[in-house]
Nanobody, 117 residues
């Protein structure tokens, strides 16, 4: 089982990034997917959630309409489009898979996002 994130990097304030998380080793379409983030010295926090079929999404208030979560079940991939980034968005971003009916879950290894001029 693997969740492999990519797309992180250094971006200037106001810029955009698109994170990807490719899943393998499990039936992706039966898992709710989430993005979390953890900034230095802070607890990990939930960013966004998308249901297994992609029909419903939910966002943390701090995303303020700047972030969009989506998924492509045919590609076993979940995305996080992040726009209007600010230094406060600097963190390691993790994808997380949880089965829609059981207690199974998986974490990715994380991808660093740094917003700085």
């Amino acid at each position: 089982v693997q969740l492999v994130e990519s797309g992180g990097g250094l971006v200037q304030p106001g810029g955009s990034l698109r994170l990807s998380c490719v899943a393998s080793g499990f039936t992706f379409s039966t898992y709710v997917m989430r993005w979390y983030r953890q900034a230095p010295g802070k607890e990990r926090e939930l960013v966004a959630t998308i249901t297994s079929g992609g029909g419903s999404t939910n966002y943390a208030d701090f995303t303020k309409g700047r972030f969009t979560i989506s998924r492509d079940n045919a590609k076993s991939t979940v995305y996080l489009q992040m726009n209007s980034l600010s230094p406060e968005d600097t963190a390691v971003y993790y994808c997380y898979a949880s089965h829609q009916y059981s207690s199974g879950y998986y974490w990715g290894q994380g991808t660093q996002v740094t917003v700085s001029s």
